[in-house]
């Protein structure tokens, strides 16, 4: 579905490159988990020239229902990509993306490798131990969370190194 532009733009700004910009990443992202309507809007605010969008111009820009809207920036919010602001003075409210979304969205997600990783070690345990043939296909998972959960906290610590340096 094609949506509107949500602004006029800067000159050289290719309007129909954005919109295809905007559908084809998002169904990348959708494609590889996330729910589809969550990486539209994600894809929309990302290539949006103003800085924040209220759930109205969300829901025009993507051709979507207010509902649509509300669902996703929701699930978006939990994941660290959303901002929700209220607009002083107003019973409306905007939504941005954080300054630093990626390194948001890697921290919220990257709890999960620690629990992922401590489940399928009580997992082992009750498959019999990792001699067992269900104990150790269970190991495997569990060391490669843990493994995962080891190298984020340094990853993200370069991430920080190099974007302060760019």
Same mark, same amino acid.
């Given at each position: 579905?094609?949506?509107?532009?949500?602004?006029?733009?800067?000159?050289?700004?290719?309007?129909?490159?954005?919109?295809?910009?905007?559908?084809h990443t998002a169904m990348t992202f959708a494609n590889y988990g996330m729910p589809r309507m969550a990486a539209r809007?994600?894809?929309?605010?990302?290539?949006?020239? @103003?800085?924040?969008?209220?759930?109205?111009?969300?829901?025009?820009?993507?051709?979507?229902?207010?509902?649509?809207?509300?669902?996703?920036?929701?699930?978006?919010?939990?994941?660290?990509?959303?901002?929700? @602001?209220?607009?002083?003075?107003?019973?409306?409210?905007?939504?941005?993306?954080?300054?630093?979304?990626?390194?948001?969205?890697?921290?919220?997600?990257?709890?999960?490798?620690?629990?992922?990783?401590?489940?399928?070690?009580?997992?082992?345990e009750a498959a019999g131990g990792r001699g067992t043939v269900a104990g150790g296909?269970?190991?495997?998972?569990?060391?490669?969370?843990?493994?995962?959960?080891?190298?984020?906290?340094?990853?993200? @610590?370069?991430?920080?190194?190099?974007?302060?340096?760019?």
């Amino acid at each position: 579905m094609a949506q509107k532009p949500t602004t006029n733009g800067p000159p050289g700004r290719d309007e129909d490159g954005v919109r295809r910009f905007v559908e084809h990443t998002a169904m990348t992202f959708a494609n590889y988990g996330m729910p589809r309507m969550a990486a539209r809007v994600l894809m929309l605010l990302m290539a949006a020239e @103003e800085s924040t969008l209220t759930a109205a111009e969300i829901a025009d820009g993507l051709a979507i229902s207010p509902a649509a809207v509300s669902g996703s920036v929701r699930y978006l919010q939990q994941l660290g990509l959303v901002v929700k @602001e209220p607009v002083p003075g107003s019973r409306r409210d905007v939504y941005r993306l954080p300054d630093d979304a990626w390194y948001q969205g890697a921290m919220v997600k990257g709890g999960i490798f620690a629990v992922v990783g401590k489940l399928a070690a009580e997992g082992v345990e009750a498959a019999g131990g990792r001699g067992t043939v269900a104990g150790g296909r269970i190991a495997e998972m569990a060391d490669f969370y843990a493994f995962i959960q080891d190298e984020m906290a340094g990853l993200l @610590e370069r991430w920080e190194a190099r974007r302060g340096s760019v």
